[in-house]
T-cell receptor, first 111, second 116 residues
Framework: RKEVEQDPGPFNVPEGATVAFNCTYS??????FFWYRQDCRKEPKLLMS???SGNEDGRFTAQLNRASQYISLLIRDSKLSDSATYLC????????????FGKGTRLSVIA | EPEVTQTPSHQVTQMGQEVILRCVPI?????FYWYRQILGQKVEFLVS????????KSEIFDDQFSVERPDGSNFTLKIRSTKLEDSAMYFC??????????????FGPGTRLLVL
């Protein structure tokens, strides 16, 4: 199974900052892309799916560049509660099939 | 909001012992998964299950592992003879709602397994 690569961080940013995470995937045939959030010793929780045209959900914006096999997540106006590990996740095959996880990028938002 | 549940939350066992990890997937989901996460490592796929049979398994899922859906609600992972390297967090997930979101995988809170 091909890999998903992320900068492990940690990213330490002050409240209100804008922070961006990047991810690359090696399987060019990959179909679906997601950002999950994982708090310490907790389960991954879906933050947002990533669509080809890019998508936004409040302070969060996700972008996909299929040609470069690159996914990004932008968080604006960081809150203390955004502190977590952000997992880049790829589904190589469309549908209900196994996910491939990156190791995650840790974010600490500091007051 | 429906959620995946798992029991126990923590399990400590001796090397060579059998353990059974239990999961109750979201009730209208059709696809079930087990993943594991060794401390400090990435989440790794173990096995997927659909229509009462294994649909895919990884190289990690060797003969020591088995899965079962003994009734209409539970989904179990059995490790027959645990090894030290089986120590990890084991996550159950489900997907495939008949209505609405058909592909998103929802994860349970995990079982932390420690093999001594």
């Amino acid at each position: 199974r091909k890999e998903v690569e992320q900068d492990p961080g940690p990213f330490n940013v002050p409240e209100g900052a804008t922070v961006a995470f990047n991810c690359t995937y090696s399987n060019s045939a990959s179909q679906s892309f997601f950002w999950y959030r994982q708090d310490c010793r907790k389960e991954p929780k879906l933050l947002m799916s990533v669509y080809s045209s890019g998508n936004e959900d409040g302070r969060f914006t996700a972008q996909l560049n299929r040609a470069s096999q690159y996914i990004s997540l932008l968080i604006r106006d960081s809150k203390l509660s955004d502190s977590a590990t952000y997992l880049c996740v790829v589904n190589p095959i469309s549908g209900n099939t196994p996910l491939v996880f990156g190791k995650g990028t840790r974010l600490s938002v500091i007051a | 909001e429906p959620e995946v549940t798992q029991t126990p939350s923590h399990q400590v066992t001796q090397m060579g012992q059998e353990v059974i990890l239990r999961c109750v997937p979201i009730s209208n989901h059709l696809y079930f998964y087990w993943y594991r996460q060794i401390l400090g490592q990435k989440v790794e796929f173990l096995v997927s299950f659909y229509n009462n049979e294994i649909s895919e398994k990884s190289e990690i899922f060797d003969d020591q592992f088995s899965v079962e859906r003994p009734d209409g609600s539970n989904f179990t992972l059995k490790i027959r003879s645990t090894k030290l390297e089986d120590s990890a967090m084991y996550f159950c997930a489900s997907s495939g709602s008949l209505a609405g979101d058909k592909e998103t995988q929802y994860f349970g809170p995990g079982t932390r397994l420690l093999v001594l």
